[in-house]
């Protein structure tokens, strides 16, 4: 069985800051990767996704993600917090070659940004 | 890009009535489908699977004749709450799967928001 574990339900950040989310997955094998953002009240809206390659992935943005097969790992980031940024950020998974299957979802992490 | 649609964004209900809420592809065709439920502040947790002309594949512990799923078409799936209590209040979202393609990429639509009186 997959699961994602979100470390921090709760982030701040001061406008400007580097933004680090962190994501660990737990696979017998590495399966595909997403980071989703939700702001209030709306759907989901994929930032990116790591399915095979090269393990830094740009998204929409300015945010990137970079998978560690070693630290079961695929933590987000960004160089420079907008206001903008604030909102709920979900990491996930799928195992691979299930397409069928739906996502496993971490808790989230609320990413605040302070002025 | 792909777009998923969800109708109604709000309903509001009295206990005991049932609800029905749509899912569609508006760009493409989705074989299958999905459906999560999203209690405030948490995460996502998946319902089930609705696959086009064939019954839907529940998760473990919800149930099956309360959350009637119906994939007619391939752009069209629809999640019916049965006789709905306070309880099903919740946040509803499906997702399509684009298998066309190279990515095999699941699109999530808004979100349906239901409060039951």
């Known amino acids: 069985a997959q699961s994602v574990t979100q470390l921090g339900s709760h982030v701040s950040v001061s406008e400007g800051a580097l933004v680090l989310l962190r994501c660990n997955y737990s696979?017998?094998?590495?399966?595909?990767l997403f980071w989703y953002v939700q702001y209030p009240n709306q759907g989901l809206q994929l930032l990116l996704k790591y399915t095979t390659g090269a393990t830094l992935v740009k998204g929409i943005n300015g945010f990137e993600a970079e998978f560690k097969k070693s630290e079961t790992s695929f933590h987000l980031t960004k160089p420079s917090a907008h206001m903008s940024d604030a909102a709920e950020y979900f990491c996930?998974?799928?195992?691979?070659?299930?397409?069928?299957?739906?996502?496993?979802f971490g808790k989230g992490t609320h990413l605040i940004i302070q002025p | 890009g792909a777009v998923v649609s969800q109708h109604p964004s709000r309903v509001i209900c009295k206990s005991g009535t049932s609800v029905k809420i749509e899912c569609r592809s508006l760009?493409?065709?989705?074989?299958?489908m999905f459906w999560y439920r999203q209690f405030p502040k948490q995460s996502l947790m998946l319902m089930a699977t609705s696959n086009e002309g064939s019954k839907a594949t529940y998760e473990q512990g919800v149930e099956k004749d309360k959350f009637l799923i119906n994939h007619a078409s391939l752009t069209l799936s629809t999640l019916t709450v049965t006789s709905a209590h306070p309880e099903d209040s919740s946040f509803y979202i499906c997702?399509?799967?684009?298998?066309?393609?190279?990515?095999?990429?699941?699109?999530f639509g808004p979100g349906t928001r239901l409060t039951v009186l």
């Open positions: 997702s399509a799967r684009d298998s066309g393609g190279l990515t095999d990429t699941q699109y």
């Open positions: 696979s017998s094998v590495p399966p595909y």
């Open positions: 996930a998974v799928r195992k691979r070659g299930g397409g069928a299957d739906g996502l496993t």
């Open positions: 760009d493409f065709q989705a074989t299958t």
